[in-house]
């Protein structure tokens, strides 16, 4: 069964910083492009990030520069070390498979950015 568990969000104030984690199972993880993934109030949800099976990381243009994806195979999990924070980053984060993202979405994880 896939599940993805997203964890560490929370709320932060403007040029903070948060480090999300997801822990995922039932997929070959290891051989997996992984993805972050966002949506805020009334908006689609969008990818933030990706990494794939070799570390190789792209991001969204809006997260360039203060946003980093990496990856532990042997815990399964994938991590988005977020920076200088905005107040338009403020959404629901979740993780899934990169590129073509499975139908099992998890809970997701609010980060509000806000002073």
């Known amino acids: 069964q896939v599940q993805f568990v997203e964890s560490g969000g929370g709320l932060v104030q403007p040029g903070g910083s948060l480090r999300l984690s997801c822990a995922a199972s039932?997929?070959?993880?290891?051989?997996?492009?992984m993805g972050w993934y966002r949506q805020s109030l009334g908006n689609q949800r969008e990818a933030v990030a990706t990494i794939g099976s070799s570390g190789a990381a792209i991001y969204a243009d809006s997260v360039k520069g203060r946003f980093a994806i990496s990856r532990d195979n042997a815990k399964n999990t994938v991590y988005l070390q977020m920076n200088m924070l905005k107040a338009e980053d403020t959404a629901v984060y979740y993780c899934?498979?990169?590129?073509?993202?499975?139908?099992?979405w998890g809970q997701g994880t609010q980060v509000t950015v806000s002073s």
């Open positions: 899934n498979t990169g590129h073509n993202p499975l139908p099992n």
């Open positions: 039932g997929i070959f993880f290891r051989i997996s492009a």
